[in-house]
């Protein structure tokens, strides 16, 4: 039977195979007060049948020794799509290729209440909702119990998500499905859904407007200096760099992560889905005559044959360049192999937040701005638009 206390969370990732799998249906995902969620079993129901065990990917993770052999730096060859994508909007291509077979879609995106949940589409319109990063652990639900329903139906499925959800999803099906298309993306970490909840109504009170769009990943300044936007009801904005967001801050110096994050089971080169895709930062280093125009490229690792063949698939959708697996590892995958350390202060930084400190003043005293960044994310956009951003990017690289 699974069993997670406070003192085993980093054993559990909260993929929810468990509960999705309980014949019992005892094994309900419950949040803790981080905001993340963990199964808990009503022992009245349990008969201790093992499955929830069986089916847990940590339990279970896979292991591989075997390498993959091919890589590409791929862009689509839609600008819309490139401009609307996290990096070079090579899952859309992928998800058009099977919504053409009249698949369905799995992947993380926006409710109306901007909280990060699984989600579906069947219509190349609705593939949008996909695009752009979501840096917080989506909610998954019943996904797993509507991917297997609709290959059971016979119907063709694309599933994105973390490694950690990829796998977890085939160890719940137990048995391979042909017309089953997973992708993964390298992670670094899934931050708490209780402080994007806690950014949100600080940001809502400093408008004082209703967010109406967000945006962790948008190109405002082009791909390497992305930002995340969000637009209020009352016509407001808020743009906001990696340095300067109190939730993109909290993300990247690792403050707010789940527990398993930091003994992921799942930091690999090898995996378990079909395609690993990531951001390619580094254009100039696999294309040496290819000029980094600022818009973004997707690594992509081929993990199997029906990657492979995914990407012969929708060659003409998109540009691609091909690069040694290695290599695209060190400069732009490390994060898919290398653990983050826990933080010092993370412990602290959930006790003020469960005490009402609101998140902005969290920040300011466990991991402050630096004033350097802060004035030069007031004029950030001024630079950009004067083309000095580009230029201060280039010393930069030299």
């Known amino acids: 039977m699974i069993n997670i206390t406070e003192n085993n969370k980093k054993d559990c990732c909260g993929c929810t195979a468990c509960a999705s799998a309980c014949p019992k249906n005892c094994i309900s995902m419950v949040c803790d007060s981080e905001g993340f969620k963990y199964p808990k079993i009503d022992i009245k129901l349990c008969i201790d049948c093992g499955v929830c065990e069986k089916v847990c990917p940590v339990i279970n993770s896979e292991k591989n020794e075997e390498l993959p052999e091919k890589a590409y730096i791929v862009r689509n060859t839609n600008p819309d799509i490139v401009k609307n994508s996290t990096s070079g909007g090579a899952v859309t291509a992928f998800c058009e290729e099977i919504l053409s077979k009249n698949g369905i879609i799995f992947g993380g995106a926006f409710d109306k209440n901007f909280e990060v949940k699984h989600m579906s589409a069947e219509k190349t319109e609705d593939l949008k909702i996909f695009r752009s990063s979501k840096y917080v652990q989506s909610d998954l639900t019943d996904t797993f119990k509507r991917v297997k329903k609709s290959l059971d139906d016979g119907r063709y499925v694309m599933f994105t998500g973390t490694p950690c959800q990829v796998e977890g999803l085939l160890k719940y099906l137990k048995k391979p499905y042909e017309k089953l298309f997973t992708v993964d993306f390298v992670c670094r970490a899934v931050p708490s859904p209780l402080v994007w909840k806690k950014y949100k109504e600080l940001k809502t009170k400093k ?13 405002t300044y082009g791909y390497h200096s992305a930002n995340l936007t969000l637009r209020f009801a009352n016509g407001k904005k808020s743009i906001e760099n990696t340095k300067t967001d109190y939730m993109l801050k909290s993300f990247f110096d690792g403050v707010c992560s789940r527990p398993s994050c930091n003994d992921c089971a799942f930091r690999k080169v090898k995996r378990v889905s079909d395609l690993t895709v990531f951001d390619c930062w ?3 280093r696999y294309v040496p005559d290819l000029a980094d125009d600022d818009k973004g490229y997707t690594a992509v690792i081929i993990q199997s044959e029906k990657g492979s063949q995914m990407l012969k698939d929708v060659s003409k959708k998109l540009i691609m360049h091909k690069a040694d697996v290695d290599t695209l590892i060190k400069n732009d995958g490390f994060m898919a192999v290398q653990n983050p350390d826990v ?22 005293e466990l991991i402050p701005v630096k004033a350097s960044r ?3 994310g007031k004029f950030k956009g001024i630079l950009y638009k004067t083309g000095m951003l580009k230029q201060m990017k280039k010393l930069k690289k030299h």
Do not use: C
């Open 207 to 219: 408008y004082n407007s209703e967010i109406t769009y967000a945006n962790f990943r948008e190109k």
């Open 282 to 284: 580094n254009i100039t």
């Open 343 to 364: 933080h010092p202060k993370r412990s602290q930084y959930f006790e003020m937040l469960n005490s009402g400190v609101p998140l902005d003043r969290i920040v300011k």
């Open 374 to 376: 802060k004035i030069f």
